[in-house]
């Protein structure tokens, strides 16, 4: 690269990430055959519209492509392409969500989604999002005795609020979800089922954790979480004569974006393939058992785990209510002090509220962990107990 600075910049990035533990919930690597793909000449290309029925000339390459990311993503998730569509033009989980709400929510509409609060994301209805300014949230929580999801609770509100659609899938709940309840909670008020499944996408792909299709009218994913694809997001939808798919491909293109980005599709299509091999299965069950070794051996050493534990690749640890009272200073320790403290020691976390927290998203009472960036460095149990071991010391000391 002949832009010193920025080969600079990137080489002190690379650097960086090698040198780290990474334990932030969403982030992974990707393969050099996904970053061959992402830096190609496929980034020249103009491709407003869809495979068949574009704006430019030239895009037959292309056409293709977008195609063959589609074919991998149906054929990964299991899906008959007479039953489901998949839109992979998406650049992000944000787009991705509000062009959904776009789709099929009138302006103004109800949104039900879990607060940011309790471990929601912000394109779940918060206020501070286009998702909530343009539409109305009825947020939903956790029950305060288990930190987990009360079915009965959501399907009162649901019954009161009359909400167009309900968001399942979440940035900062660690349990599985019961996407048959959530089902049932829909029709009970003939809303649009829509699952986020971001940050469960690749262990749902791995068979790891429970498939929201069968419950679903509606799943986004992104692609570099779990699935540990490019930065890129997917839009499934059933195929019936409400025709979601129509109304969708419209939203995401004219509604949201101009050109898709055929460099990152191709990615995508690249971490889709590498997805669906056997050594990826392996990878998605090792990076449950990682995390499940991390929550046990923190609680081991008395630190407090949101919910008790995780069925995921991500916990929430509390550091302040029910965070270890025998630091050196004799403190509790905020999420934003912890997080600090672990990396400077070069650990990676993200501080995290917890829910019914008393302290401010600036400063939280939590730090958020998630295992599928160190599994994909080849992590196993013994090394995560390590982990632990190591973020007790430093937030001990
Ligand atoms: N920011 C992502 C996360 O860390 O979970 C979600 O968009």
């Known amino acids: ?44 290309k103009y ?15 292309m056409d293709k492509i977008e195609n063959l990311a589609k074919e991998r993503a149906l054929k990964l998730f299991k899906l008959s392409p007479s039953e489901w569509s998949v839109n992979v033009q998406p650049l992000s989980g944000s787009p991705a969500n509000v062009a959904v709400y776009l789709a099929l929510v009138p302006q103004g509409g109800k949104i039900m989604g879990m607060s940011l609060a309790h471990g929601g994301h912000l394109t779940h209805g918060h206020k ?48 599985t979800i019961d996407f048959k309840k959530f089902r049932e909670i829909a029709d009970s008020c003939s809303a649009y089922l829509m699952v986020d499944m ?12 429970p498939s929201p299709f069968l419950y679903a009218d509606v799943v986004t994913t992104t692609v570099h979480k779990t699935l540990r694809g490019p930065r890129a997001a997917l839009i499934f939808s ?6 979601l798919d129509k109304k969708i491909d419209k939203a995401v293109f004219p509604g949201m974006q101009g050109g898709p980005h055929l460099n990152q599709i191709a990615a995508v299509a690249v971490a889709l393939k590498e997805a669906s091999t056997p050594a990826f299965r392996k ?23 949101v919910s008790g534990g995780t069925d995921s690749h991500l916990l929430l640890v509390d550091v302040w209510m029910g965070g270890c009272p025998s630091t050196s200073s004799g403190q509790s320790l905020t999420g934003k002090d912890a997080s600090e403290r672990l990396e400077k020691a070069g650990i990676i976390v993200n501080k995290n509220t917890i829910p019914f927290d008393t302290r401010s998203p600036v400063d939280p009472s939590g730090i958020r962990l998630g295992s599928a960036a160190e599994t994909t460095r080849g992590k196993k149990e013994k090394d995560f107990r390590e982990i632990a071991w190591k973020i007790d010391r430093v937030l001990r000391r």
Do not use: C
């Open 47 to 61: 491709a407003e519209g869809y495979p068949g029925a574009r704006y430019y000339g030239g895009n037959k390459v």
């Open 128 to 175: 501070v999002s286009i998702s909530g300014k343009m539409w109305q949230q009825v947020p939903y929580g956790v029950a305060q005795n288990t930190e987990t999801l009360d079915y009965e609770e959501l399907k009162d509100i649901a019954t009161r609020e009359k909400p167009a659609l309900i968001v399942a899938g979440f940035t900062a709940y660690s349990r």
């Open 283 to 305: 990878y998605a069950a090792q990076v449950i058992k990682n995390a499940q070794v991390l929550a046990d051996e923190l609680k081991k050493l008395d630190w407090r785990i």
């Open 238 to 243: 059933r195929k019936d004569n409400r025709e």
């Open 198 to 209: 971001s940050h469960t996408g690749g262990l749902v792909a791995g068979g790891v954790y």
């Open 1 to 44: 690269m002949k832009d010193i600075q920025i080969k600079k910049l990137i080489d002190a990035e690379k650097k960086r990430q090698k040198s780290v533990i990474n334990l932030i919930a969403s982030e992974n690597y990707v393969s050099k055959d996904v970053l061959e793909a992402l830096g190609s000449e496929l980034t020249n």
